[in-house]
């Protein structure tokens, strides 16, 4: 039985859609069965848990290693495979497995949920997008096995392979090693570093850009959206390597303690993780308060559109930046690899950026109040963490409170969402305005 959408708008489906996923999951993680406890787990932390996994962030209120059973970690697993890819597009795969005739509402849908700007090819593209995602994930899961074999009996291994696999491909931060440990015990083993620093990179990019580089061989050419991801990643990946090498290198609770090799290892990792997949092979909470502030800004920047990860976006800090450099310039216009850029598209980098450094400005300051015990720093660092759907931590988020956890839970999913997506279905519809008001001038810097 399909179900009708007609007195809501694409931006409203989306926000009811991860809703109903993520109450829907809270729910079955609060049961008996999911916890290794046998026992129920409290709503508040089942419900953190969920927005968590489906906002693909990773952040844990509870050790997902060893307080949840088999099925409740499966459970995490599905919602991060759901929320990373968008509960649409697995609508849409299964309307495709059952050769169901994809309607012109959900192809709108699609459209806004991909952040395409037309629907033109927008089925296509879902089929490109569940068939790199699955295969990526799949031989992942395949190398991971291969390596953890070595540690641990392959049936657990090949369990391991799997979960992991999808976390990282979705840029979750979500691991089974328990103790919050994260992949620590892996800081400088080479094919755990390579393959989850793939699987992040490769997660973070966008489908546009995978399916853009796919299509390189017959096309010769990148579009201008390609050509922007892939050079800020990885300026941000090489710079930001550089910067926790030199912030880290003579600490002997990070860096200090390794050899060149695994020094190396550690502070390209710890740049790549920050692109929202909240993965570290580092204690965070060690680090140097100026790594801290750096790895946070790395996090407010994030992944790219059409991604599954959060933040601003690459693109968008792209353009933040060649607006400033042509105004420096004195020029009226800003091009891009040879491409003038419509003033609406940094009107809208612009918005993003204040919106969201206006939500994590605000909910750092409710949780200062809130979270007493905790620094201002680590209270800033676990918010750009929320709102950028990293996961990465300081070591407070076992203490929040319910005000806390509730407050976070809102930042992972408006992060998730999207500021503009969650503004658009949240606020009146649009009109024309057939007018215009006269042009002003005033006095700027």
């Known amino acids: 039985m399909r179900i009708k959408w007609v007195n809501f708008s694409p931006p409203q489906v989306i926000v009811l859609g991860f809703a109903l996923i993520i109450l829907f999951g809270a729910v079955l993680l609060m049961l008996p069965i999911s916890n290794n406890n046998g026992e129920f787990l409290p709503f508040i932390d089942a419900f953190f848990t969920s927005v968590s996994a489906t906002t693909v962030t990773g952040l844990e209120v509870v ?16 919602l991060i495979q759901i929320g990373g890819l968008g509960f649409m597009t697995m609508a849409t795969l299964i309307a495709l497995v059952f050769k169901r005739k994809i309607s012109l509402k959900e192809r709108l849908l699609l459209q806004e949920a991909m952040n395409q700007g037309s629907m033109e090819g927008i089925v296509r593209l879902i089929r490109r997008v569940l068939f790199y995602a ?18 641990m009996p392959f049936g657990r ?9 999808v976390s990282m ?4 931060g979500f691991d089974l090693f328990g103790n919050y440990r994260s992949l620590m015990m892996y800081t400088d083993d080479p094919a755990v570093n390579l393959i989850t620093m793939f699987l992040i990179i490769t997660g973070g990019l966008g489908f546009i850009v995978i399916s853009d580089l796919v299509d390189y061989r017959n096309r010769r050419r990148l579009s201008l959206h390609s050509k922007v991801v892939l050079t800020m990643s990885g300026l941000l990946i090489i710079s930001g390597a550089l910067v926790i090498l030199v912030f880290e290198f003579t600490n002997k609770n990070t860096l ?13 990792f710890q740049s790549v993780a920050p692109r929202t997949a909240g993965a570290h092979t580092l204690d965070i909470s060690s680090l140097r308060q100026a790594t801290q502030f750096f790895i946070l ?4 920047i994030g992944a790219s559109p059409s991604s599954t990860g959060g933040g601003i976006k690459t693109t968008t800090f792209m353009i933040l930046l060649g607006a400033v450099a042509s105004m420096i310039r004195g020029r009226s216009e800003l091009v891009l690899f040879r491409y003038r850029l419509a003033q609406e598209r940094i009107f809208k980098a612009v918005t993003v950026t204040m919106l969201a450094l206006f939500l994590v400005i605000s909910v750092a300051l409710i949780l200062s109040t809130t979270e007493r015990g905790a620094s201002f720093l680590s209270i800033l660092f676990e918010t750009t963490s929320a709102f950028g759907t990293v996961g990465l931590s300081m070591g407070i988020t076992g203490d929040l409170t319910t005000a806390g956890k509730l407050i976070l839970s809102f930042t992972m999913f408006t992060g998730r969402l999207g500021l503009l997506t969650l503004a658009y279905a949240l606020g009146p519809k649009k009109g024309k305005r057939l007018y215009r008001h006269p042009e002003g001038k005033m006095i700027i810097g």
Do not use: C, P
Not at 136 to 147: D, G, P, T, W
Not at 157 to 165: E, I, K, N, Q, T
């Open 63 to 78: 050790d997902t290693g060893t307080a949840f059973s088999w099925f409740g970690q499966v459970i995490i697993m599905l």
């Open 134 to 151: 699955l295969a990526i994930e799949s031989v992942a899961a395949v190398l991971y096995a291969v390596r953890f074999a070595f540690d």
């Open 157 to 165: 291994a090949l369990y391991f392979g799997v979960f992991h696999a």
């Open 169 to 172: 491909f979705n840029n979750s």
């Open 256 to 268: 200090g303690s390794l050899d060149w090799s695994g020094k190396l290892w550690s502070a390209f």
């Open 297 to 300: 800004i790395l996090m407010f």
